[in-house]
């Protein structure tokens, strides 16, 4: 259906923007909590991602719940790039992004319309995290207090809380986006929201912090169908993407905070350590070499990291174990070689 939303309209309107691709049945989730929002007047902007299986026979379902939903298909070129495409077409003063299978809350669109006041550029609620299966709480990230933080103190915030690296539980002012070109970068699969979240913040000074948690993200296991060959291909593009992430987060964030900066480089040890975990795995030839290129740096990044925690607990060990098991596997292949030789 067109929307009924304005362009030209003197209120201050929101657009929420919802990718799908291939979802079926999940996409009934994030659709029937939209249906019962509080506020009903917004724009809803599903781009069909070229989806292949039923999704769009359920969101036609849905087309009467909604008085100004727009279906927009683009060719199946990721979720970077369908989220371009709504901000394209979005009409309202307010930009709200929706994954298909997340659920929010009936007050979601209320609360982040009140919370964006004039000095306010960007408003930011909790989340909670969810087995999908078992409705499980696996975590949830926030803050107990609501309230205007500035920019940089939200930005150590996140660095920390991997929760909200996503784009789900935030609210974009349109003129910001408009007036610095914001954008999702096409060729990013992995932290692209990151990335367009804190280029959004650099553009910035104010962020509201709503503690209520009006945000369930489900996670879903990974099919154990999956074969150990394509999880490994899948894994090294994963690392080039991480390494590539980090590097410009580490840009990004020189221009903000160093506290964050920090944050940012521990990271990237991080994805170090992974990558020669994975070399080791796969036997990569080059292993032996980028383990002695990459020693020093590791073992220099321990001490900020030990001073600091300057990531979140769970990244933190995550860190130090990882640490640990690449200091104790080059000790003992060091030391593993026979007398004599």
Same mark, same amino acid.
């Given at each position: 259906?067109?929307?009924?939303?304005?362009?030209?309209?003197?209120?201050?309107?929101?657009?929420?923007?919802?990718?799908?691709?291939?979802?079926?049945?999940?996409?009934?989730?994030?659709?029937?909590?939209?249906?019962?929002?509080?506020?009903?007047?917004?724009?809803?902007?599903?781009?069909?991602?070229? &989806?292949?299986?039923?999704? +769009? *026979? #359920?969101?036609?379902?849905?087309?009467?719940? !909604?008085?100004?939903?727009?279906? /927009?298909?683009?060719?199946?070129?990721?979720?970077?790039?369908?989220?371009?495409?709504?901000?394209?077409?979005?009409?309202?003063?307010?930009?709200?992004?929706?994954?298909?299978?997340?659920?929010?809350?009936?007050?979601?669109?209320?609360?982040?319309?009140?919370?964006? &006041?004039?000095?306010?550029? +960007? *408003? #930011?609620?909790?989340?909670?995290?969810?087995? !999908?299966?078992?409705?499980?709480? /696996?975590?949830?990230?926030?803050?107990?207090?609501?309230?205007?933080?500035?920019?940089?103190?939200?930005?150590?915030?996140?660095?920390?809380?991997?929760?909200?690296?996503?784009?789900?539980?935030?609210?974009?002012?349109?003129?910001?986006?408009?007036?610095?070109?914001?954008?999702?970068?096409?060729? +990013?699969?992995?932290?692209?929201?990151?990335?367009?979240?804190?280029?959004?913040?650099?553009? /910035?000074?104010?962020?509201?912090?709503?503690?209520?948690?009006?945000?369930?993200?489900?996670?879903?296991?990974?099919?154990?169908?999956?074969?150990?060959?394509?999880?490994?291909?899948?894994?090294?593009?994963?690392?080039?993407?991480?390494?590539?992430?980090?590097?410009?987060?580490?840009?990004?964030?020189?221009?903000?905070?160093?506290?964050?900066?920090?944050?940012?480089?521990?990271?990237?040890? /991080?994805?170090?350590?992974?990558?020669?975990?994975?070399?080791?795995?796969?036997?990569?030839?080059?292993?032996?070499?980028?383990?002695?290129?990459?020693?020093?740096?590791?073992?220099?990044?321990?001490?900020?990291?030990?001073?600091?925690?300057?990531?979140?607990?769970?990244?933190?060990?995550?860190?130090?174990?990882?640490?640990?098991?690449?200091?104790?596997?080059?000790?003992?292949?060091?030391?593993?070689?026979?007398?004599?030789?």
């Amino acid at each position: 259906m067109e929307s009924e939303l304005s362009c030209a309209t003197n209120k201050q309107t929101v657009s929420v923007i919802m990718p799908i691709y291939n979802q079926g049945e999940k996409c009934r989730i994030a659709l029937e909590s939209f249906a019962r929002q509080t506020m009903p007047n917004f724009e809803l902007l599903i781009i069909d991602n070229h &989806s292949t299986d039923d999704s +769009m *026979v #359920i969101v036609d379902e849905f087309a009467n719940s !909604f008085s100004n939903m727009q279906v /927009i298909t683009c060719e199946e070129q990721g979720v970077s790039h369908a989220r371009n495409k709504g901000l394209a077409h979005a009409c309202g003063d307010l930009i709200i992004f929706a994954d298909p299978d997340d659920a929010v809350a009936d007050n979601l669109i209320e609360k982040m319309l009140a919370d964006m &006041s004039e000095n306010v550029q +960007m *408003v #930011i609620s909790g989340i909670v995290q969810l087995d !999908f299966l078992s409705n499980r709480l /696996i975590e949830k990230s926030g803050l107990k207090k609501s309230g205007q933080y500035s920019r940089n103190d939200m930005v150590r915030f996140i660095m920390k809380q991997p929760l909200l690296f996503g784009v789900t539980t935030k609210c974009f002012r349109r003129d910001v986006i408009d007036d610095f070109n914001v954008t999702f970068d096409q060729e +990013m699969f992995l932290g692209e929201d990151l990335l367009f979240v804190m280029t959004y913040l650099t553009h /910035i000074e104010t962020v509201y912090f709503e503690a209520n948690y009006l945000v369930d993200y489900y996670r879903h296991v990974q099919s154990a169908t999956h074969c150990q060959k394509e999880l490994l291909i899948f894994d090294a593009k994963r690392r080039r993407q991480g390494f590539l992430l980090w590097h410009r987060m580490i840009d990004l964030l020189t221009l903000m905070d160093p506290v964050a900066l920090r944050t940012a480089k521990a990271r990237l040890v /991080i994805e170090k350590i992974q990558l020669l975990k994975y070399m080791k795995l796969t036997k990569h030839s080059s292993f032996q070499a980028y383990r002695q290129l990459y020693r020093q740096e590791i073992i220099n990044a321990v001490i900020p990291v030990l001073i600091h925690r300057d990531v979140s607990l769970k990244y933190w060990l995550r860190y130090h174990i990882g640490l640990a098991a690449w200091v104790l596997m080059t000790y003992r292949t060091s030391n593993s070689k026979k007398p004599g030789e």
